[in-house]
């Protein structure tokens, strides 16, 4: 089974803070995703990548950066903590289909 | 951006009931999945669907693709209080990997 693991399931961070989130998959796939989720907002999309040191804007990538220097793994940086970046924070990668898997979420609170 | 619409937003039903789940669309996807996800947890993939009109069965959910590919429903027969959680559908638009998510329908099942 595909394993995708991020490395915190909750997070309290102050304004200001430089944030790493980290998302690990054992599958050797190509592409991995950085969601946030919000209640009544759903999932968005906020960097992919399709390949080691490969990166694409999504539809929110305002106030994030991202990092694949390794295939397996993709890091979500907030480079200053903001209160409306508190959210779920939603991993997935997939292979040469569309198809998802996800890791289990980061609950980040910024306070 | 491709929007995905989901009806209805909530659903409240004693177990053993039927229900469908919508999923619409003004533009054509390639391929089409339904995921479920169980609050405080990652969405876990139920089943993609690629050919329009196409119908799939797991278990007592039953998929289907709409003949012109921009829309789908997701029917679950005698529901059973396992099934409660946040239903998604996501579409991928051709040669992409990348998802557009509805928002969701969430469903509690009540004993």
């Known amino acids: 089974d595909v394993k995708v693991t991020q490395s915190s399931r909750y997070l309290v961070k102050r304004t200001g803070e430089k944030v790493f989130l980290e998302c690990v998959q054992d599958m050797d796939h190509e592409n991995m995703f950085w969601y946030r989720q919000d209640p009544g907002l759903g999932l968005r999309l906020i960097y992919f990548s399709y390949d080691v040191k490969m990166k694409e804007k999504g539809d929110i990538p305002e106030g994030y950066s991202v990092s694949r220097e390794k295939k397996e793994r993709f890091s979500l940086i907030l480079e200053s903590a903001s209160t409306n970046q508190t959210s779920m924070y939603l991993c997935a990668s997939s292979l040469l289909t569309s198809e998802a898997f996800f890791g289990q979420g980061t609950r980040l609170t910024v306070v | 951006t491709q929007l995905l619409e989901q009806s209805p937003q909530f659903l409240s039903i004693q177990e053993g009931e039927n229900l469908t789940v919508y999923c619409n669309s003004s533009s054509v996807f390639s391929s089409l999945q339904w995921y479920r996800q169980e609050p405080g947890e990652g969405p876990v993939l139920l089943v993609t669907?690629?050919?329009?009109?196409e119908v799939k069965k797991l278990k007592r959910l039953t998929f289907q693709f709409g003949d012109a590919r921009k829309d789908s429903s997701l029917h679950i027969t005698a529901a059973q209080p396992g099934d409660t959680g946040l239903y998604l559908c996501?579409?991928?638009?051709?040669?992409?990997?990348?998802?557009?998510f509805g928002k969701g329908t969430k469903l509690s099942v009540i004993p």
């Open positions: 669907v690629v050919t329009g009109g």
């Open positions: 996501a579409g991928a638009e051709a040669g992409s990997y990348q998802l557009t």
